[in-house]
């Protein structure tokens, strides 16, 4: 087997197994219970993509597609923590977040 056949057979391989991962947490995002579990699978969704991308890098050879895996990852990074954010203030109203920014702000000033 020289080495450009088992590169193919990789590649394929590994797009088989991801293809089988993208699956199962598609179905994770749909019957998730609880709405970090969901974000949590939506940040691997993001890393699938990028592994499907870099797949498809190394086997055409146009490895001009990794920028496009770097600026995916980023994009997923800045996405997850706006969504742990967003996780972490539901359900408080603005009154209740600048009571308690004031409150930090009043001990940091006691110390």
């Given at each position: 087997?020289?080495?450009?056949?088992?590169?193919?057979?990789?590649?394929?391989?590994?797009?088989?197994?991801?293809?089988?991962?993208?699956?199962?947490?598609?179905?994770?995002?749909?019957?998730?219970?609880?709405?970090?579990?969901?974000?949590?699978?939506?940040?691997?969704?993001?890393?699938?993509?990028?592994?499907?991308?870099a797949v498809g890098a190394?086997?055409?050879?146009?490895?001009?597609?990794?920028?496009?895996?770097?600026?995916?990852g980023l994009v997923g990074?800045?996405?997850?923590?706006?969504?742990?954010?967003?996780?972490?203030?539901?359900?408080?109203t603005n009154r209740e977040?600048?009571?308690?920014?004031?409150?930090?702000?009043?001990?940091?000033?006691?110390?």
């Amino acid at each position: 087997m020289s080495g450009s056949e088992f590169l193919s057979l990789a590649a394929t391989i590994s797009l088989g197994v991801l293809t089988f991962a993208f699956l199962l947490t598609t179905i994770r995002i749909v019957i998730g219970r609880t709405l970090p579990d969901r974000v949590l699978a939506l940040d691997l969704l993001v890393a699938i993509g990028i592994a499907y991308i870099a797949v498809g890098a190394i086997s055409t050879g146009y490895f001009l597609y990794l920028d496009i895996a770097i600026s995916l990852g980023l994009v997923g990074f800045l996405a997850t923590v706006a969504f742990a954010r967003f996780i972490l203030h539901r359900g408080k109203t603005n009154r209740e977040y600048e009571v308690k920014e004031s409150d930090k702000a009043k001990e940091e000033t006691a110390k």
